[in-house]
C-alpha cells in the first residue's frame, strides 16, 4: 500500500491524487493554506461576538452533545470555564457505551456541575439500524471518506436529535467535541439553516423509514418545527478554533476524574462499536475510516505521521469485536 510521504492517507482513498514526489492533494492545498491562526482567531472572534447577544438569554447558553470521550470532555470544560456558558450535556446511549465512559460521563458532570440528559433510545431500533448500516447502503461514498456507516447513522441521529431538543429549550447554539481533524475551522461557527436541515433529514430519514417504519419519527424534527428559521441554533466545536494539544487535554480532563477506557479501540475513548464499525469499514471500502481525521491531525503537527500510522495500523480487541456483532446478532 502507498501512503502520501507526509501524512496516513492510503492510495485507495477515494478522492486521493499524488504528485510525482508522493504528496498527496489535502497535503498540497494545506501547503497552501494562509495565515491559519489568523483564521482560527477570526472564527473564535465571531463566537464570542455572539455570546454577547445570546448568553444568558434561555435557561441554557449551550447544548453539549456529549459523549464521554476526551475532546468532548475537553470541549465540555471549555464552554463552562473557559467561555462561562451554562451548559445542558446530552449523551446519547446507544446501548454500545463503554463502562469506562459512563462512569467518566457521571464523573465530570457532577464535577463541573452541569446539568445533564442521557437519552437512551429503544435498543431494538438501534439494533435494526446498525444491522441495516452493516448490510445496506445508505450513506453517500463522498460521506464514507470521513466515518464508517456506522458511525454516520449514531452521528445522524445524535445531530437531529440535539437539533430538536435545542429548538424545544430554546438554546442557541449546539457544542460539538469535534477535532481540528474531522472538521475544519472554517465550519467550527455556523448556523443552523432550516432549509438545508429539512433537505439532510429527508434523505436520511427516507431510506430509514421504508425500513424501520415510524419508529424512527421521535428521533427526527416534525414539519412544525422547520417553521421558525430565526430558532435553529448555531452549531460549535470550538477545538478547531482553539489550540489542540493532545498532552494538554489529557491533563485537563485527568483533573476532572476523567479516565483513559481500558476497553475501547485506539480512535475512541467512549465506544466499544467503534473497532466494529472500523472492522467492517475497512472490509468493504478498503480503508480506515480514521484515515482523513488522523491526516489533518499530523498535517497540523498534533501527531508525527509514524504516530498516525501506528494509530490507524492498531486492530481492535476482536474480543470486544464479537461481543458486539453477538449483541447485534451478527455471529453467524
Not at 123 to 143: A, C, I, P, Q
Not at 146 to 173: G, H, Y
Not at 289 to 302: C, D, I, N, T
Not at 322 to 328: P, R
Request: hydrophobic share 35%; proline share 5%.
Amino acid at each position: 500500500m502507498k501512503y502520501c510521504i507526509r501524512c496516513v492517507l492510503p492510495e485507495n482513498f477515494p478522492t486521493i491524487d499524488f504528485d510525482e514526489n508522493g504528496l498527496c492533494n489535502y497535503c498540497r492545498t494545506f501547503e497552501k493554506e494562509k495565515n491559519p491562526q489568523e483564521v482560527k482567531s477570526r472564527h473564535r472572534e465571531k463566537f464570542e461576538r455572539l455570546l454577547e447577544t445570546h448568553r444568558g438569554k434561555k435557561d441554557y447558553d449551550v447544548l453539549m452533545a456529549y459523549s464521554g470521550g476526551k475532546d468532548s470532555t475537553y470541549t465540555l470544560d471549555i464552554f463552562k470555564n473557559h467561555f462561562g456558558l451554562r451548559v445542558l450535556a446530552l449523551s446519547f446511549d446507544h446501548g454500545f457505551m463503554s463502562p469506562y465512559a459512563m462512569r467518566n460521563i457521571n464523573t465530570v458532570v457532577e464535577r463541573l456541575g452541569i446539568d445533564h440528559v442521557i437519552f437512551k433510545p429503544n435498543f431494538e431500533l438501534m439494533k435494526k439500524l446498525f444491522t441495516l448500516s452493516v448490510t445496506g447502503n445508505l450513506y453517500s461514498k463522498k460521506s464514507l471518506e470521513r466515518a464508517s456507516t456506522i458511525c454516520s447513522s449514531c452521528m445522524n441521529l445524535v445531530k437531529f436529535i440535539a437539533l430538536k431538543l435545542s429548538l424545544e429549550k430554546e438554546i442557541p447554539f449546539i457544542g460539538y467535541g469535534w477535532s481540528p481533524g474531522q472538521a475544519p475551522v472554517q465550519s467550527s461557527v455556523m448556523k443552523n439553516s432550516a432549509a438545508f436541515a429539512k433537505a439532510t433529514q429527508k434523505v436520511l430519514y427516507d431510506p430509514l423509514h421504508e425500513k424501520l417504519g415510524d419508529a424512527i419519527n421521535p428521533y427526527f424534527l416534525s414539519t412544525e418545527d422547520f417553521n421558525d428559521a430565526d430558532k435553529f441554533p448555531y452549531n460549535i466545536h470550538p477545538l478547531a478554533f482553539l489550540d489542540y494539544d493532545e498532552e494538554r487535554i489529557y491533563g485537563r480532563i485527568r483533573e476532572l476524574g476523567w479516565q483513559p477506557p481500558q476497553d475501547t479501540d485506539p480512535n475512541s475513548t467512549n465506544c466499544l462499536m467503534n473497532a466494529f464499525a472500523n472492522q467492517v469499514h475497512q472490509q468493504q471500502h478498503g480503508f480506515h475510516p480514521y484515515a482523513f481525521e488522523v491526516a489533518g491531525l499530523v498535517r497540523m503537527g498534533v501527531m508525527s505521521r509514524d504516530e498516525g500510522l501506528a494509530r490507524l495500523n492498531k486492530a481492535g480487541d476482536e474480543t470486544v469485536i464479537q461481543a458486539v456483532k453477538s449483541k447485534l446478532g451478527l455471529t453467524k
